[in-house]
T-cell receptor, first 111, second 114 residues
Framework: GENVEQHPSTLSVQEGDSAVIKCTYSDSASNYFPWYKQELGKRPQLIIDIRSNVGEKKDQRIAVTLNKTAKHFSLHITETQPEDSAVYFC??????????FGTGTSLTVIP | DAGITQSPRHKVTETGTPVTLRCHQTENHRYMYWYRQDPGHGLRLIHYSYGVKDTDKGEVSDGYSVSRSKTEDFLLTLESATSSQTSVYFCATTAQGGGNSPLHFGNGTRLTVT
């Protein structure tokens, strides 16, 4: 099956700085890569996703990049704010199959 | 999110007792999943369903069973609860399955086995 690795496990940044979280996957057939944000005590919520036929996708301060050759994808958050503090999970999946999750990154934005 | 309701939200039970968690969705999504979340392990798949009466095992299925008799309901049963099954359980649904559409999660059930 698929194996998704996520780094770093914890990340602290100053408010206004950028944050980058990286994930690698093992199954070259994976074609869909969502990112989830989970606040303390809450459910994971989708923040952005990317399909394998796209190299980059942006939504305001959040962007995701995908390198299919190297089998890695990254989440970029610019101009971080205290409300960005949460645990972020990457995931990989392929058509008709399961979703495989990374182990999460705890992001702290220091005011 | 996607009209997913999990019940109960919290449960404390004793070792050796059976426990059933319920997931109810109102979005008519075909695919439903049960995950457990533990510190350091992220979200691990227990079982999933790709239609009524169609289910399959995930990576941590031992000690768990599921049933899906209606599109909207997906039940997770711990046959004989153990302390290692203390966790937060999330149900998730998606319309088109892996590779096509994102998962939407319920609010979770916090289960404590004493």
């Amino acid at each position: 099956g698929e194996n998704v690795e996520q780094h770093p496990s914890t990340l602290s940044v100053q408010e206004g700085d950028s944050a980058v979280i990286k994930c690698t996957y093992s199954d070259s057939a994976s074609n869909y890569f969502p990112w989830y944000k989970q606040e303390l005590g809450k459910r994971p919520q989708l923040i952005i996703d990317i399909r394998s036929n796209v190299g980059e996708k942006k939504d305001q301060r959040i962007a995701v990049t995908l390198n299919k050759t190297a089998k890695h994808f990254s989440l970029h958050i610019t101009e971080t704010q205290p409300e960005d503090s949460a645990v972020y999970f990457c995931a990989a999946s392929r058509t008709g199959n399961q979703f495989y999750f990374g182990t999460g990154t705890s992001l702290t934005v220091i005011p | 999110d996607a009209g997913i309701t999990q019940s109960p939200r919290h449960k404390v039970t004793e070792t050796g007792t059976p426990v059933t968690l319920r997931c109810h969705q109102t979005e008519n999504h075909r695919y439903m999943y049960w995950y457990r979340q533990d510190p350091g392990h992220g979200l691990r798949l227990i079982h999933y369903s790709y239609g009524v009466k169609d289910t399959d095992k995930g990576e941590v299925s031992d000690g768990y069973s599921v049933s899906r008799s209606k599109t909207e309901d997906f039940l997770l049963t711990l046959e004989s609860a153990t302390s290692s099954q203390t966790s937060v359980y999330f149900c998730a649904t998606t319309a088109q399955g892996g590779g096509n559409s994102p998962l939407h999660f319920g609010n979770g059930t916090r289960l404590t086995v004493t």
